[in-house]
């Protein structure tokens, strides 16, 4: 079974055996969603989908907005912006995931 790079790092520093992300939809382009991810970091993960929202103004944005503040103390635009420079551009849909080690 082949691996999909993720451009996320996996940390895990209270040992709950898992880690939230969110991450712009692209990021999953063209992988297998039932198989293993390779982390930037180097760590091999099974993801589980916990969300999909659309970056548009409304309650899509508000949710975005508190997962935002509940995994990184970060304003959604602060993560946004971070994605941008990392891909170039995002398309407007971000997952929320959960990573499990392999």
Same mark, same amino acid.
């Given at each position: ?20 992300? &969110? ?26 989908? &916990? ?19 509940? &995994? ?14 990392? &891909? ?15």
């Amino acid at each position: 079974m082949s691996e999909h790079k993720l451009p996320l790092k996996y940390s895990d520093p209270e040992g709950k055996g898992y880690c939230d992300a &969110l991450m712009p939809s692209e990021c999953r382009r063209g992988c297998d969603a039932k198989g293993l991810f390779k982390c930037a970091t180097g760590e091999v993960v099974r993801v589980e989908w &916990l969300g999909v929202f659309r970056n548009e103004r409304g309650e899509s944005q508000e949710w975005l907005e508190r997962i935002a503040q509940n &995994l990184y103390g970060w304003t959604f635009e602060r993560v946004q912006s971070h994605w941008i420079a990392r &891909l170039g551009k995002v398309e407007g849909f971000f997952d929320k995931i959960r990573m499990r080690k392999v």
